[in-house]
């Protein structure tokens, strides 16, 4: 379980519910600057307090751990669909950058 990703999510999920930090500490009978510090990642309190967290967001656990639903719904064939659209994206820019790259040293030969 990476923190850092799962303190992110808790993060992004919070205000996409348009909750308050001081709403979920409520909500997980804590103190505000118990649940700022599970957001900063300050703290080992993320994975004891994990199913409060989600419960407390409306969501499960396993999208706080792995970023998606795998089950009731999700549909995992869109999610690979739309990694696989932002991979296509960023071999572009990379594609792009390697011809930027290329004009330079043809200019920086040419000197």
């Not at 990642?41 to 970023?67: V, W, Y």
């Amino acid at each position: 379980m990476n923190n850092g990703d799962i303190k992110r999510r808790i993060y992004k999920r919070r205000i996409e519910k348009g909750l308050s930090q001081a709403e979920v500490a409520e909500m997980l009978s804590i103190s505000q600057t118990s649940y700022y510090k599970i957001e900063k990642g300050n703290t080992n309190l993320i994975s004891e307090r994990l199913p409060q967290i989600a419960a407390a967001l409306g969501i499960k656990e396993d999208e706080l751990i792995f970023g998606y639903l795998h089950d009731d719904g999700a549909d995992l064939n869109a999610i690979i669909s739309l990694k696989d659209k932002r991979i296509a994206e960023l071999e572009k820019i990379i594609e792009d950058k390697n011809k930027i790259i290329e004009l330079l040293y043809e200019k920086l030969d040419k000197k």
